[in-house]
T-cell receptor, first 112, second 114 residues
Framework: SQELEQSPQSLIVQEGKNLTINCTSSKTLYGLYWYKQKYGEGLIFLMMLQKGGEEKSHEKITAKLDEKKQQSSLHITASQPSHAGIYLCGADTESGTYKYIFGTGTRLKVLA | GAVVSQHPSWVICKSGTSVKIECRSLDFQATTMFWYRQFPKQSLMLMATSNEGSKATYEQGVEKDKFLINHASLTLSTLTVTSAHPEDSSFYIC??????????FGSGTRLTVV
């Protein structure tokens, strides 16, 4: 069963707009990863979050992990067409093991 | 940094034939390897987890006899799609994890069965 839910499933925004993608789990996350992908291509690692309340930024992308470590958000500021793609969250759900799952994915389209 | 090489990157095969996909960790020992499958417009779904030297653990609904996984060494895992059919066409991606190395993904293999 899917344990990581992403929302929204798809998103179309105008270039320059901000957007947020959420990743929610029913279990405590021991490591939360964000990736970008185009179908049929490999994953591009964006960021990893491990501590409750942690926040990381890279260029115009910011990711946060809540204090309970059950929800993460990915925020893109001033979106550009180059941000288009599929965003996936992935996570460790069991401490000390390599049980790793992916979220349902969010398809982002940015209109120029 | 950790690198995982996956080959081939794409393959077209005839229905009924078998296809082998390799996943190699180039600069670290991968104690655990994972195989995922992805359909268009969908997320990656874990197929199986394999530990070096032991049988793979398959996720529910994944046919063990259809998708043979071998993890014979700490640097190599293979996924063989046996008697492939058009419905097996998909994007397959591996991931490797080892001591001091987290998840590192291969570049994926796009399989088309005609």
């Amino acid at each position: 069963s899917q344990e990581l839910e992403q929302s929204p499933q798809s998103l179309i925004v105008q270039e320059g707009k901000n957007l947020t993608i959420n990743c929610t789990s029913s279990k405590t996350l021991y490591g939360l990863y964000w990736y970008k992908q185009k179908y049929g291509e490999g994953l591009i690692f964006l960021m990893m979050l491990q501590k409750g309340g942690e926040e990381k930024s890279h260029e115009k992308i910011t990711a946060k992990l809540d204090e309970k470590k059950q929800q993460s958000s990915l925020h893109i500021t001033a979106s550009q067409p180059s941000h288009a793609g599929i965003y996936l969250c992935g996570a460790d759900t069991e401490s000390g093991t390599y049980k790793y799952i992916f979220g349902t994915g969010t398809r982002l389209k940015v209109l120029a | 940094g950790a690198v995982v090489s996956q080959h081939p990157s794409w393959v077209i095969c005839k229905s009924g034939t078998s296809v082998k996909i390799e996943c190699r960790s180039l600069d670290f020992q991968a104690t655990t390897m994972f195989w995922y499958r992805q359909f268009p417009k969908q997320s990656l779904m874990l197929m199986a987890t394999s530990n070096e030297g032991s049988k793979a653990t398959y996720e529910q609904g994944v046919e063990k006899d259809k998708f043979l996984i071998n993890h014979a060494s700490l640097t190599l895992s293979t996924l063989t799609v046996t008697s492939a059919h058009p419905e097996d066409s998909s994007f397959y991606i591996c991931s490797a994890a080892g001591f001091h190395y987290g998840y590192t993904f291969g570049s994926g293999t796009r399989l088309t069965v005609v």
